[in-house]
């Protein structure tokens, strides 16, 4: 069926090192990957998304990368802060998933100070 | 914030309950989407709701239910309540139901079954 993986549940970088989180897509026909940010309490918040017809997307300080070919996605923060700490997910939609979002299991990202 | 709002932010009920939990759109949004969180993991689809109808479901059962109202505000309705119901049920409003629509979430209602 279909599922969106993580590698990493938890992810530990220094303050003002970049982070990569990374993710598995198993439905080559999705045709949108959202990234999402999850703090304590707090529901899911929108970061980036990408188009399956792209393979990198910019946002500040985010940059998301896809590559179709081994199906896999990533998010890379620049100079992480504090703020950065929370549960990052990746989503799929579109494609055969149609209108429903598909998230992973999420990855902790851990700021040290 | 999203403008997305929820309530109430706590419940707790017994096993066997039914239970209402509501959501108030973005302005201006049509479609609804409600997506359960166990502790731990991603949000996994209920189903959407675009201009009143529901427009597709997860693998949810039928106790799980809902509405959407004119002003687009949507609720969810489970009853005869399990312990594996405890989550946190989360609602997601969008401009439409087309997958580039981007989704913004509320801030949950966080449910406890004994």
């Known amino acids: 069926g279909e599922s969106v993986g993580l590698h990493l549940p938890t992810l530990s970088v220094q303050e003002g090192d970049n982070s990569i989180i990374n993710c598995a897509y198993s439905?080559?026909?999705?045709?949108?990957f959202i990234w999402y940010k999850q703090e304590s309490g707090k529901g899911p918040q929108f970061i980036i998304d990408i188009r399956s017809n792209m393979d990198k997307r910019q946002g500040q300080r985010v940059t998301v990368l896809l590559n179709k070919t081994v199906k896999h996605l990533s998010l890379q923060i620049a100079a992480t802060q504090p703020g950065d700490s929370a549960v990052y997910f990746c989503a799929e939609k579109g494609g055969t998933g149609g209108f429903k979002t598909i998230f992973g299991a999420g990855t902790r990202l851990f700021v040290k100070a | 914030e999203t403008g997305v709002t929820q309530s109430p932010t706590h419940l707790i009920k017994t096993r066997g309950q039914q239970v209402t939990l509501r959501c108030s759109s973005q302005s201006g949004h049509n479609t609804v989407s409600w997506y359960q969180q166990a502790l731990g993991q991603g949000p996994q689809f209920i189903f959407q709701y675009y201009r009143e109808e529901e427009n597709g479901r997860g693998n949810f059962p039928p106790r799980f239910s809902g509405l959407q109202f004119p002003n687009y505000s949507s609720e969810l309705n489970v009853n005869a309540l399990e312990l594996d119901d405890s989550a946190l049920y989360l609602c997601a409003s969008s401009l439409g139901r087309t997958p580039k629509e981007t989704q913004y979430f509320g801030p949950g209602t966080r449910l406890l079954v004994l």
């Open positions: 439905n080559s026909a999705s045709d949108y």
